[in-house]
């Protein structure tokens, strides 16, 4: 048990802030249930006067996204001297740009989908594949401006559908199975098989009450299982993460293939989220989870 003063960040002004709050709104509460001063603080341009007024601790990072995800804030946080939680500035800014997290991800040998050159005029197509693919910004999460185009479609997406200035990135479709991983200190806790209500796990299916059903242990082959968490921890170590973090995959069933789509190192810890799910099927509450995190606060190096 401790009285020491948290500040848990929220919010701020990107395409997941609303997600951020929820966050925040959980771990904030699972804190002061374990006995911490935690404030829910939301997050503006002058969250560096803020911090230097409130003098936390440590900061428990509920930003996703941009800022919070992109090794924004852990930067500010490092100067500052103030432990925080989950991965720091490097580890944060590699997993954050998909682009380059692809390419460190093959580097130790995770199979992951084809990048596909992009062509942008009013329109948004790849060059040269006619196939089912997906369209995304390259520096987002929670499933944002994601768009799934189906083979030889008539009607690529517009531009404008997408701010001026959001890079995109274009990958084939992967049919099959949505799983996760969550890892804890380097260890994977277990395998879930996401199951959406709707077509696309997209925003709402991961957030709403209802929106998708969570399969854990996920129902799949014990090498699909020991693949996905070697993976995951691979991943973890290979980035350099820290606290917890979440590996998304497709299982494409039908070809035995397993993808790594993308790790997260600011997941969602929300009441419907797959983080808190997964540490409660090890034996770990949420209070006990965010009271663990907050224990092993650290700034960088």
């Known amino acids: 048990m401790t009285g020491d003063r948290v500040a848990v960040l929220m919010g701020g002004w990107t395409s997941e802030a609303r997600v951020s709050r929820?966050?925040?709104?959980?771990?904030?509460?699972?804190?002061?249930?374990?006995?911490?001063?935690?404030?829910e603080i939301e997050v503006d341009r002058n969250i560096?006067?803020?911090?230097?007024?409130?003098?936390?601790?440590?900061?428990?990072?509920?930003?996703?996204?941009?800022?919070?995800?992109?090794?924004?804030?852990?930067?500010?946080?490092?100067?500052?001297?103030?432990?925080?939680t989950h991965s720091g500035l490097l580890?944060?800014?590699?997993a954050m740009?998909?682009?380059?997290?692809?390419?460190?991800?093959?580097?130790?040998?995770?199979?992951?989908?084809?990048?596909l050159l992009?062509?942008?005029?009013?329109?948004?197509?790849?060059?040269?594949?006619?196939?089912?693919h997906v369209i995304k910004p390259r520096n987002d999460g929670s499933s944002v401006g994601v768009v799934i185009v189906e083979a030889d479609s008539k009607s690529p997406p517009a531009r404008s559908q997408w701010d001026i200035d959001t890079e995109l990135i274009a990958e084939p479709y992967i049919p099959?199975?949505?799983?996760?991983?969550?890892?804890?200190?380097?260890?994977?806790?277990?395998v879930t098989e996401i199951k959406p209500k709707v077509a696309f796990y997209d925003f709402d299916a991961k957030y709403a009450p209802g929106g998708s059903e969570h399969v854990l242990p996920a129902d799949i082959p014990q090498d699909v299982t020991?693949?996905?968490c070697d993976w995951a921890e691979r991943a973890y170590r290979h980035f350099g993460c820290r606290g917890v973090i979440r590996a998304d995959y497709r299982w494409d069933e039908d070809r035995g293939q397993l993808f790594m789509l993308e790790i997260n190192t600011v997941p969602?810890?929300?009441?419907?989220?797959?983080?808190?799910e997964q540490a409660r099927f090890v034996g770990l509450s949420g209070e006990e989870l965010v009271n663990h995190l907050l224990e092993t606060a650290q700034c960088d190096d």
Request: charged share 15%.
């Open 91 to 94: 580890a944060s800014a590699n």
């Open 176 to 190: 099959g199975r949505e799983l996760t991983v969550s890892v804890l200190d380097g260890t994977a806790l277990c």
């Open 226 to 228: 020991l693949q996905a």
């Open 22 to 39: 929820v966050t925040a709104s959980f771990c904030g509460q699972a804190a002061r249930n374990a006995g911490w001063d935690a404030v």
């Open 97 to 115: 740009d998909k682009v380059r997290a692809k390419r460190m991800l093959a580097e130790v040998g995770i199979a992951v989908p084809a990048d």
């Open 48 to 84: 560096a006067a803020t911090l230097a007024e409130m003098k936390p601790a440590r900061v428990f990072n509920a930003l996703h996204g941009q800022i919070g995800e992109d090794g924004n804030i852990q930067g500010l946080l490092n100067i500052m001297n103030i432990p925080y």
């Open 268 to 276: 969602g810890m929300t009441a419907t989220s797959l983080v808190p």
């Open 118 to 132: 992009l062509v942008e005029d009013s329109h948004v197509y790849p060059a040269d594949f006619t196939g089912a």
